[in-house]
């Protein structure tokens, strides 16, 4: 995170976590969303298939494309990702308002054809792996970017053939999906 400050109060005297900044997407994310619990199987692969097109790059870049992939992708139902043929692939790779990367494409489709065979749903496999207490950080520096549970969950995920998954994202699905809460201790969204 470098420079960013732990914590920063916006012109609304409201304190947040430093990366989200003072207003803008960031801290939209952060105040509606963003380590707040969350189930639905689709909702689930929304944040898996996100979290694979956010490799390499800033998740800036995925959240304000965000709105175009749901609607590229069907609003990440499940049974309707795996549905897409190769001509959907090669539409979506003239669809401007995504990440528009045929590995990332194919792989989130790749990926809906092997969570929708998951017996309990993908919501169930996933939340199996959230740990049973997590400590809040109190900085940055107190903020893991990978875990046992995210190394077993990227593990897991590879071995039934899931792609695009690493410890570092199945982290950052996890804070994304409120499995671990790292809201900096003093910031407005840490639960108690």
């Given at each position: 995170m470098g420079d960013v400050q732990d914590l920063v109060t916006g012109?609304?005297?409201i304190p947040r976590c430093g990366w989200a900044g003072t207003g803008g997407d960031y801290a939209a994310y952060h105040d509606t969303e963003w380590g707040r619990t969350l189930h639905g199987d689709d909702a689930m692969f929304e944040r898996l298939s996100l979290e694979g097109f956010q490799a390499?790059?800033?998740w800036i870049t995925v959240l304000r494309k965000r709105e175009a992939f749901r609607k590229a992708f069907k609003d990440f139902q499940i049974d309707a990702v795996a549905a897409l043929t190769p001509a959907d692939?090669?539409?979506l790779l003239t669809d401007p308002?995504?990440?528009r990367s045929r590995a990332k494409i194919e792989s989130a489709i790749h990926n809906a054809r092997i969570?929708?065979?998951?017996?309990?749903?993908?919501?169930?496999?996933?939340?199996?792996?959230?740990?049973?207490?997590?400590?809040?950080?109190t900085s940055f520096g107190q903020t893991p970017t990978e875990t046992p549970e995210s190394k077993a969950m990227a593990k897991a995920l590879k071995k039934a053939g899931v792609?695009?998954?690493?410890?570092?994202s199945a982290y950052a699905l996890m804070q994304a999906t409120g499995m671990v809460d790292d809201h900096l201790t003093g910031c407005f969204r840490a639960k108690a």
């Amino acid at each position: 995170m470098g420079d960013v400050q732990d914590l920063v109060t916006g012109e609304d005297g409201i304190p947040r976590c430093g990366w989200a900044g003072t207003g803008g997407d960031y801290a939209a994310y952060h105040d509606t969303e963003w380590g707040r619990t969350l189930h639905g199987d689709d909702a689930m692969f929304e944040r898996l298939s996100l979290e694979g097109f956010q490799a390499g790059l800033a998740w800036i870049t995925v959240l304000r494309k965000r709105e175009a992939f749901r609607k590229a992708f069907k609003d990440f139902q499940i049974d309707a990702v795996a549905a897409l043929t190769p001509a959907d692939v090669e539409l979506l790779l003239t669809d401007p308002g995504i990440i528009r990367s045929r590995a990332k494409i194919e792989s989130a489709i790749h990926n809906a054809r092997i969570v929708r065979d998951f017996p309990e749903g993908l919501d169930a496999y996933l939340w199996n792996f959230a740990p049973p207490t997590h400590r809040r950080p109190t900085s940055f520096g107190q903020t893991p970017t990978e875990t046992p549970e995210s190394k077993a969950m990227a593990k897991a995920l590879k071995k039934a053939g899931v792609k695009f998954i690493g410890p570092t994202s199945a982290y950052a699905l996890m804070q994304a999906t409120g499995m671990v809460d790292d809201h900096l201790t003093g910031c407005f969204r840490a639960k108690a």
